[in-house]
């Protein structure tokens, strides 16, 4: 799989907007036969619920446009990677792999005093691993911009 930079470029413009909404800045999309099926940023603080990931709000999206609950061929591109939770969705949503960009230990890098992120420490390969079906991992895609993303969020 070849990731392209378009994708992850409309992930990280989802993620600005979330942070510019005062909310972490996080943001995902759905791919599906070369097209966004779906888009999703975190709306933690807005709705106060643990559960409203980008990638869930994502999947939720194009589970929704699709009318069914598994989403073949498609791909979760996510400024982050993803948590176990939603590691664990995409692989209940059959999906066929997922992009992130900064890793678990950068977002642990970037905590503050004041600021922490809040991690299961179980990456999101070792989630896919043990998941079936067995979905495709590209990691690190664009991590440098996706990094830069943690700045917004403190």
């Known amino acids: 799989m070849n990731a392209k ?18 909310d972490y800045a996080v943001g995902a999309v759905i791919i599906k036969d070369g097209k966004i099926l779906a888009r999703g940023k ?20 194009a589970c929704e446009k699709e009318s069914q609950r598994f989403l073949k061929g498609a791909w979760l591109y996510t ?15 059959k999906m066929q792999g ?17 600021f922490s992120w ?6 999101c390969k070792e989630v896919l691993e043990k998941g079936n079906p067995k979905l495709q991992l590209v990691e690190e895609f664009m991590r440098d911009e996706c990094n830069e993303l943690f700045e917004l969020s403190k």
């Open 118 to 123: 809040r991690q299961i420490d179980l990456k």
């Open 42 to 61: 975190t709306l933690l603080k807005s709705c106060n619920d643990p559960t409203v990931h980008a990638e869930i709000v994502a999947i939720r999206e």
């Open 79 to 93: 400024t982050h990677e993803p948590c176990s939770m939603c590691a664990s969705a995409a692989i209940w949503a």
């Open 5 to 22: 930079k378009e994708f992850m470029e409309e992930a990280i413009r989802i993620a600005k907007e979330s942070a510019e909404e005062g």
């Open 98 to 114: 997922i992009v992130f960009g900064a890793t678990i230990k950068d977002a642990i890098s970037h905590a503050t005093d004041t």
